[in-house]
């Protein structure tokens, strides 16, 4: 009873506790100094993190071997999107194989709650999401993710093949 006692009064007063936090702070400092190979935390943004490949993150719009977008604006994507937060303005191409095409594809990432649902219901294997988490922009309008953005920016190095040819596909009757 008196130790519980002891303890209320110590309580009392901010300075023990202030003592220890700062002793704890002070032991992983000098610890983390003396061996940073197992530090938890990454000097980020100079050293990021690795995720696997099989993250789900940042959407990726896949392209053909031409470099033009594989998707077909049937709108499945947007459609089963929880978030609707995929806008697409589909228009005919001139080619007769290729059925439509996006003349416009957004997606607003901060509406986003990466479900994958757009990944799973793409019948031509047009939209993906990779390992990419990063999502950092200086004001809201670059958040809404356009086709330049999905498809062609630098990270990409030219834009992701997908693995769906088009002549298969044509053969299949799809
Ligand atoms: S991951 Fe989910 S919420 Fe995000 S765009 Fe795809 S379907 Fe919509
Ligand atoms: S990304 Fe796939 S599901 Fe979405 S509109 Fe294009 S072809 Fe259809």
């Known amino acids: 009873m008196s130790v519980v006692q002891n303890k209320s009064e110590l309580s009392k007063w901010y300075l ?8 704890i702070t002070f032991r992983h400092l000098v610890k983390n100094l003396f061996n940073k190979k ?17 993250f789900k993150g940042n959407h990726v719009l896949t392209v053909k071997k031409d ?5 077909t604006a049937c709108m499945l994507c947007a459609t ?4 609707e937060c995929i806008n697409i303005v589909a228009s005919e191409h001139t080619d007769p194989k290729v059925e439509k095409y996006p003349v416009k594809y957004e997606i607003d990432i901060l509406r986003c709650v990466f479900c994958g649902f757009c990944e799973e219901a793409c019948p031509v294997d047009a939209v993906r999401m990779g390992p990419e988490w990063q999502t950092p922009a200086p004001n809201g309008s670059k958040f809404v993710y356009d ?16 693995i769906v040819d088009d002549d298969e596909r044509h053969k299949s009757g799809i």
Do not use: D, F, V
């Open 16 to 23: 023990p506790g202030i003592l220890t936090g700062l002793g």
């Open 38 to 54: 197992q530090m938890l935390t990454l000097n980020y943004p100079e050293e990021k993190y690795e995720y696997s490949p099989r």
């Open 80 to 83: 089963n999107c929880p978030a």
């Open 147 to 162: 086709i330049n953005h999905l498809a062609y920016r630098p990270q990409l190095k030219g834009g992701i093949q997908s």
């Open 67 to 71: 470099g033009s977008l594989r998707c």
